[in-house]
C-alpha cells in the first residue's frame, strides 16, 4: 500500500525511488511542479532573496550603529533624554540611569563617540600645564562623581573631564530628593551635599582602569606596568590615558570636619591628593559646595591660602615623574571687589596654578529670563534649597571671567620681606619655603606670561606662569563658548547644558564654534 497523505488526500510517490509521474486530480492530468527546472528557478530566486534580505539587514544594522553611536545623531537629544526624563521622575535617578548605560554600552563598543576626528586641523587647539590639548572644552564635575565613566565622557569630545567631588571617607551627601529639574529654563537646583564613595574607593578605580590600560598595551598588568603608564612611557597623560586630553579630579573635606580646625581640613585635602594625585593630570580643590555648611567660609583668604598650600605641597609629593596641576574651584557668589582680590591673592601666595570660576548659586535668577515661562509647578522647585544650574547664570560667569583675569594677570604683589601666613602650626615651614620664594623679579607681562613653559610638569614650587582659567556655569553654546574665552578663560566647562541636551553637547558647541569663527573670518 502506498503512503498516505494526510494533507493532501491521495497516495505520495515521493518515498519511492524513480521519476515523479504526473498526478491525476479530478480526472484531469497536471504536470508536476517537481521538474528539475522548475526546482532550480526556486532555489535561485530564495537564495536571491537571502542574500538580498541578509544585505538590506546587515546594512541597516550597520549604518544604524554608525548613526546611533555617533555624537552628531540627533537621537541623543531628542530621544534619549526626553525618554529618560519620562522613565524617572526624580533627577538623580535618571543621571544614574545615563550613566549605568553609557557604562553598559561602552563595554560593548556601542557608546556614543565623537567620530571623523574634527580636532584633528587644530583650529582649537590651546596650551596648558605643559599640554597641548585638542580643544578649550571641558565637563564639570557632577557627571561623574564617583569615577565611573571617565573613558566614556572623553569619547564624547571633550579636551578635560572633571570628576568628583571626592571626600576622604565616604560620606552619603544629603537626604533624597535632592536634583530638581527645571526643564522651561532648562536648569537644575541640587543639594547633593558631596555624596562620596570616599578616596580610597575611587582611587582604587582608577588604579584598575590604568592596569587595564597597561595590559591592552602589552605592559603587563602589575604594579611595573602601572608605574610605565603613570610615568609616561605609553605616551599618554597619566589621567586620562588619551592623547591631547586630560582628567581633572576634584577633592574636598569630610562634611565632619569642622572648618574651624584648619589643621584637620588641610589634613583631608591633602589625603585625597595622597590617593588620587597618581591617577589625575589635574587636582580640583572645591571650597565652594553651597551644600555643605561652612564650606565656602574656607574662600576667606587665610584659611584659603593654609588650604592651598597643603594641596600644593601634597601635589608635589606625587610618586611620578610629572606632577598633577592644582587648580581651585571658587564660588560665583563670591563677587566683592574684596573677595575675589582676596581669592587672587591666595591663589599667588599658595602657587596653585589656576582657578575654576563658578560653581551653582544659592542665588535664584530674578527676573525670569524674556522668553520662558514658569509653570506653577517649577516655581515652587525655585524655591527648593540647593545650588542652582543653568543657562541664566553665564551673564555673570562672563563678567567673573573678566574681573578674575584682570586681577590674576597683574601678578601677585609685591611682598618681598613679608612674613608667612600667621595661624598655622605645623605648615610654618612650607608656606614660608612657598611665600619666600615669591620675589618681585619673578614678575612677568601677560604676553610674556603666555609663552612661559609652564611649571606643574617641571615641579617648580611656585607657578610663574599666567594662571589658568576655567569658567563654567551657563555655557551652552559654541558662541558663548567663544565669549568665555575671549573674556580671559582658557577652558570653558559644560554641566547642565549635557543634562539636558544629552550626548552630543560638546560635539555641537564645537561646531558652532567654528561656524562663529568662520563668521568672523569673512
Same mark, same amino acid.
Given at each position: ?119 584633528? !586641523? ?106 610605565? !603608564? ?70 576667606? #583668604? ?15 609629593? !606625587? ?37 575654576? !570660576? ?42 567673573? #571671567? ?121
Amino acid at each position: 500500500m502506498l503512503p498516505w497523505n494526510h494533507h493532501r488526500g491521495h497516495p505520495w510517490r515521493s518515498t519511492f525511488p524513480g521519476p515523479v509521474y504526473p498526478i491525476r486530480a479530478n480526472g484531469r492530468r497536471y504536470a508536476s511542479t517537481s521538474h528539475p527546472a522548475a526546482t532550480d528557478g526556486r532555489s535561485l530566486i530564495t537564495g536571491l532573496k537571502t542574500v538580498f534580505y541578509g544585505t538590506s539587514i546587515a546594512l541597516f544594522l550597520g549604518f544604524g550603529y554608525l548613526y546611533v553611536t555617533d555624537t552628531r545623531a540627533s537621537i541623543h537629544q531628542w530621544l534619549v533624554v526626553p525618554a529618560l526624563r519620562m522613565m524617572y521622575s526624580d533627577g538623580e535617578e535618571a543621571h544614574q540611569a545615563g550613566t549605568r548605560a553609557l557604562k553598559a554600552l561602552y563595554t560593548f563598543g556601542l557608546h556614543p563617540r565623537e567620530r571623523g576626528n574634527p580636532d584633528a !586641523v587644530g583650529d582649537l587647539k590651546i596650551e596648558i600645564f605643559g599640554h597641548t590639548l585638542d580643544n578649550p572644552i571641558a565637563t564639570s564635575a557632577g557627571i561623574d562623581k564617583h569615577a565611573e565613566i571617565p573613558s566614556e565622557l572623553l569619547a564624547l569630545g571633550p579636551s578635560i573631564v572633571e570628576i568628583g567631588g571626592v571626600t576622604p571617607l565616604p560620606q552619603g551627601g544629603n537626604p533624597k530628593p535632592r536634583v530638581f529639574r527645571i526643564p522651561s529654563q532648562n536648569a537644575i537646583i541640587n543639594r547633593y551635599g558631596l555624596n562620596s564613595e570616599g578616596a580610597d574607593f575611587v582611587a582604587m578605580k582608577l588604579r584598575q582602569r590604568v592596569r587595564e590600560f597597561a595590559y591592552h598595551l602589552g605592559f603587563g598588568i602589575d604594579e611595573e606596568a602601572e608605574r610605565m !603608564v603613570l610615568d609616561g612611557e605609553a605616551g599618554v597623560p597619566p589621567g586620562s590615558l588619551t592623547p591631547g586630553k586630560l582628567m581633572a579630579v576634584q577633592v574636598s573635606k569630610n562634611k565632619a570636619t569642622p572648618d574651624q580646625d584648619i589643621e584637620a581640613v588641610k589634613r583631608d585635602y591633602a589625603y585625597c591628593v595622597q590617593q588620587l594625585g597618581r591617577y589625575s593630570d589635574i587636582i580640583v580643590v572645591n571650597v565652594s559646595s553651597p551644600n555643605t555648611p561652612g564650606l565656602r567660609s574656607l574662600q576667606n #583668604v587665610e584659611p584659603l591660602t593654609h588650604i592651598l598650600i597643603s594641596v600644593v605641597k601634597a601635589a608635589r609629593e !606625587v610618586e611620578r615623574k610629572t606632577k598633577p596641576a592644582v587648580v581651585v574651584k571658587v564660588s560665583p557668589d563670591e563677587d566683592s571687589d574684596e573677595q575675589i582680590s582676596g581669592i587672587c591673592e591666595a591663589i599667588w601666595d599658595s602657587g596653585v596654578d589656576g582657578v575654576i !570660576v563658578g560653581n551653582t548659586t544659592k542665588r535664584r535668577p530674578d527676573p525670569i529670563p524674556k522668553g520662558y515661562i514658569m509653570p506653577a509647578k517649577e516655581a515652587r522647585v525655585l524655591m527648593e534649597d540647593g545650588g542652582y544650574s543653568g543657562p541664566q547664570m553665564f551673564e555673570r560667569t562672563l563678567a567673573l #571671567v573678566k574681573r578674575y583675569r584682570k586681577i590674576l594677570d597683574q601678578g601677585p604683589k609685591d611682598i618681598t620681606g613679608r612674613k608667612p601666613v600667621a595661624g598655622s602650626t605645623s605648615g610654618n615651614s612650607v608656606e614660608s619655603s612657598a611665600l619666600e620664594k615669591l620675589e618681585p623679579d619673578r614678575l612677568q607681562t601677560k604676553e610674556n606670561q603666555k609663552t612661559s613653559t609652564p611649571s606643574p610638569a617641571h615641579g617648580s614650587q611656585i607657578s610663574q606662569v599666567s594662571k589658568v582659567i576655567f569658567a563654567t556655569g551657563g555655557i551652552t553654546n559654541g558662541k558663548q563658548a567663544l565669549e568665555i574665552i575671549d573674556a580671559g578663560a582658557d577652558v570653558a566647562m559644560v554641566y547642565t547644558a549635557i543634562i539636558y541636551s544629552g550626548a552630543g553637547t560638546i560635539s555641537r558647541i564645537k561646531s558652532e564654534m567654528r561656524d562663529k569663527m568662520r563668521e568672523r573670518e569673512r
